[in-house]
């Protein structure tokens, strides 16, 4: 099955920093999910890609989807208190495999 | 609509017992699956299915067992339990398989003693 690797595994930032995690794949993979887990929560839709080269926005959000269609990237833009949690890709195929996350802490 | 429901929220058992985690959806999606979340490994696929009657094994199905009577209802048995399967459990939903956004419930707790 399809595999993703994603770094860094914890980033602890400064509120107002940027934040940047990364998701791979060996193969090409046919579109990609994030998710965020807010502590103690359930895991929740953030966006999919699913062209080559494809960036989206949300805000403070920028997610991209390589070229090649095996990475892709969540950037924060100054982040604040309430992007603390963890952020998973996750490879969509016949079946959704995800990535094992970024936690990400935001000292205030 | 209550979206993905989950229970129990938590659940403690001796190692032996069985049980069954519940889950159900109220927005009539065909694709259903159960995960498992232990630090530092993510979200492990156990069990899912594409449609009443339908199911399938995902990464780690040993020790578990899924059926699927009903679009809305997808629970899952654990046979005689391990403390290895203490861990928490989520269920999702979905339109289609994989290719659509995953709801998820509120997960349930399991401590095998």
């Known amino acids: 099955g399809q595999q993703v690797m994603q770094i860094p595994q914890y980033q602890h930032v400064q509120e107002g920093e940027d934040f940047t995690t990364y998701c791979n794949s060996s193969?090409?993979?046919?579109?990609i999910q994030w998710y965020k887990q807010r502590p103690g929560g359930h895991p929740v839709f953030l966006i999919q890609l699913v062209k080559s080269g494809e960036v989206k926005k949300q805000k403070r959000l920028t997610f991209q989807f390589g070229e090649a269609k095996k990475n892709s990237s969540l950037h924060i833009t100054a982040t604040q208190t309430t992007d603390v949690g963890t952020y998973f890709c996750?490879?969509?195929?016949?079946?959704?495999?995800f990535g094992k996350g970024t936690k990400l802490s935001v000292i205030p | 609509n209550a979206g993905v429901t989950q229970t129990p929220k938590f659940q403690v058992l001796k190692t032996g017992q069985s049980m069954t985690l519940q889950c159900a959806q109220d927005?009539?999606?065909?694709?259903m699956s159960w995960y498992r979340q232990d630090p530092g490994m993510g979200l492990r696929l156990i069990h899912y299915s594409v449609g009443a009657g339908i199911t399938d094994q995902g990464e780690v199905p040993n020790g578990y067992n899924v059926s699927r009577s009903t679009t809305e209802d997808f629970p899952l048995r654990l046979l005689s339990a391990a403390p290895s399967q203490t861990s928490v459990y989520f269920c999702?939903?979905?339109?289609?398989?994989?290719?659509?956004?995953?709801?998820f419930g509120p997960g349930t707790r399991l401590t095998v003693l």
């Open positions: 927005m009539n999606h065909e694709y």
């Open positions: 193969t090409t993979l046919s579109n």
């Open positions: 999702a939903s979905s339109n289609s398989v994989a290719y659509n956004e995953q709801f």
């Open positions: 996750a490879a969509a195929g016949y079946q959704l495999t």
